[in-house]
Antibody
Framework: QVQLVQSGAEVKKPGASVKVSCKASGYTFINYAISWVRQAPGQGLEWMGW????????NYAQNFQGRVTLTTETPTSTAYMELRSLRSDDTAVYYC????????????????WGQGTLVTVSS | QSALTQPASVSGSPGQSITISCTGTSSDVGAYNYVSWYQQHPHKAPKLIIY???NRPSGDSNRFSGSKSGNTASLTISGLQTEDEADYYC??????????FGTGTKVTVL
């Protein structure tokens, strides 16, 4: 079955960086994009960006421009999200999700989702 | 890109129907039939329940239905059940080749 498995929880100090991984299985990785979404405690879902696994093309939400980098490693079907200059309000659960058929441009929905990775930013 | 607007909470009794609205703009909800809906139970990852405005994933409950008119999409839950108590989010593809989520709606079964 199609599955996304994320790396474990992280605790970081303000100003540091974090890199979260998302390993895909059960489908042809390069045919789709991976999107990243975060959810602060008690808050809603916030879209961060997406990366096309075929060619590495990216598009980021304005709120994260310059502070986030999305990458993929096609031999291992793994996507990565790196967030820099961490602040306390970056404390959140970070999710990856499969989205968008690269070839048709359709399939613009998030399914499945990874289990989520809690990133805590605290001094 | 501003979040799509949803009511903060909606409630209903078991067996009733409720509707959640999701209002965007002509650059997102109104521009494409790429609206999707997600159900999220506490401490769980979101789950897709509607895609492309009104389509249900195969095998999923037919008590969930979606529609769209202009810049507003809607999710209807019919025959409300206790397990429907959760948070619900809409999402839309946008003209900037990005995505945006709604503000989220807490559904309470009375």
């Amino acid at each position: 079955q199609v599955q996304l498995v994320q790396s474990g929880a992280e605790v970081k100090k303000p100003g540091a960086s974090v890199k979260v991984s998302c390993k895909a299985s059960g489908y042809t990785f390069i045919n789709y994009a991976i999107s990243w979404v975060r959810q602060a405690p008690g808050q809603g879902l916030e879209w961060m960006g997406w990366i096309g696994a075929y060619n590495g093309n990216t598009n980021y939400a304005q709120n994260f421009q310059g502070r986030v980098t999305l990458t993929t490693e096609t031999p291992t079907s793994t996507a990565y999200m790196e967030l820099r200059s961490l602040r306390s309000d970056d404390t959140a659960v970070y999710y990856c999700a499969k989205v968008r058929d690269y070839w048709s441009g359709d399939r613009n929905w998030f399914d499945p989702w990874g289990q989520g990775t809690l990133v805590t930013v605290s001094s | 890109q501003s979040a799509l607007t949803q009511p903060a909470s909606v409630s209903g009794s078991p067996g009733q129907s409720i509707t959640i609205s999701c209002t965007g703009t002509s650059s997102d909800v109104g521009a494409y039939n790429y609206v999707s809906w997600y159900q999220q139970h506490p401490h769980k990852a979101p789950k897709l329940i509607i895609y492309d405005v009104s389509n249900r994933p195969s095998g999923d409950s037919n008590r969930f239905s979606g529609s769209k008119s202009g810049n507003t999409a809607s999710l209807t839950i019919s025959g409300l059940q206790t397990e429907d108590e959760a948070d619900y989010y809409c999402s839309s593809y946008t003209s900037d080749n990005t995505y945006v989520f709604g503000t989220g709606t807490k559904v309470t079964v009375l």
